[in-house]
């Protein structure tokens, strides 16, 4: 009687570890999740690198032409 019982802990015990694991699976799931708030701020973020980066290639250009002696008159 002794095996069936313990046949039976371990066969508890291993369903409760995947439950556990389970639980744990869906919190990192939601959690590496974002939230509409946080998508919105990356979006913001991205386009004012790309601002940026565009204004330092325009400065980046004309600084160039102007060594060159060829700038436009504006």
């Known amino acids: 009687m002794s095996g069936v019982r313990a046949g039976r802990l371990v066969q508890a ?3 409760g570890v995947r439950a556990g694991r389970a639980v744990q699976a869906a919190k ?3 959690s590496n999740e974002l939230s509409s ?3 919105v701020g990356l979006v913001l973020a991205g386009g004012a690198i790309l601002v940026i980066a565009g204004q330092l290639l325009r400065l980046r250009l004309r600084l160039r032409r102007e ?4 700038a436009d008159e504006r």
């Open 67 to 70: 060594r060159r002696g060829d």
């Open 37 to 39: 708030t946080s998508a």
């Open 28 to 30: 990192a799931a939601s």
């Open 13 to 15: 015990d291993t369903a």
